[in-house]
C-alpha cells in the first residue's frame, strides 16, 4: 500500500510564490514517474508536470515557465516551485504515481492566488 501526502498549499497573491511537496511512504519498491495534477470546480483534472526518477521532466503548456518539478528520490518526495501566480492557477493540486501496476492520488492540497 503507497501513501501520498502534500503539504504547503495556501493562499498567495497574484504574481507571488508558493512550493508544495509530496511525500511517498509504505509499499515504495520502485523508482517509477511522479508528477502533480490539479482541478478546479467545473473543470477536469489537468496534467501540471511529471518527472522521471532520473530527473527528466514534462511541464503542462498552462505552467511552462514560471513552474519548476523536482525530486529527491533518498526521501521518496517530489516538489512544485510555483513562480509568477496567476489567479486561473487556483485549484486542488494532487501528487500522483504510478506504483504496483495502478495510479495512486495523494489526498490533494488546495493552491488559492488572489486577483
Known amino acids: 500500500q503507497v501513501q501520498l501526502v502534500e503539504s504547503g498549499g495556501g493562499s498567495v497573491q497574484a504574481g507571488g510564490s508558493l512550493r508544495i511537496s509530496c511525500v511517498a511512504s509504505?509499499?515504495?519498491?520502485?523508482?517509477?514517474?511522479m508528477g502533480w495534477f490539479r482541478q478546479a470546480p467545473g473543470k477536469e483534472r489537468e496534467m501540471v508536470a511529471l518527472?522521471?526518477?532520473?530527473?527528466?521532466?514534462h511541464l503542462g503548456n498552462s505552467v511552462r515557465g514560471r513552474f519548476s518539478i523536482s525530486r529527491d528520490n533518498a526521501k521518496n518526495t517530489i516538489y512544485l516551485q510555483m513562480n509568477s501566480l496567476r489567479h486561473e492557477d487556483t485549484a486542488m493540486y494532487y501528487c500522483?504515481?504510478?506504483?504496483?501496476?495502478?495510479?495512486?492520488w495523494g489526498q490533494g492540497t488546495q493552491v488559492t492566488v488572489s486577483s
Open positions: 500522483w504515481a504510478y506504483l504496483s501496476g495502478r495510479d495512486n
Open positions: 518527472v522521471s526518477p532520473s530527473g527528466g521532466y
Open positions: 509504505g509499499s515504495v519498491e520502485e523508482l517509477r514517474d
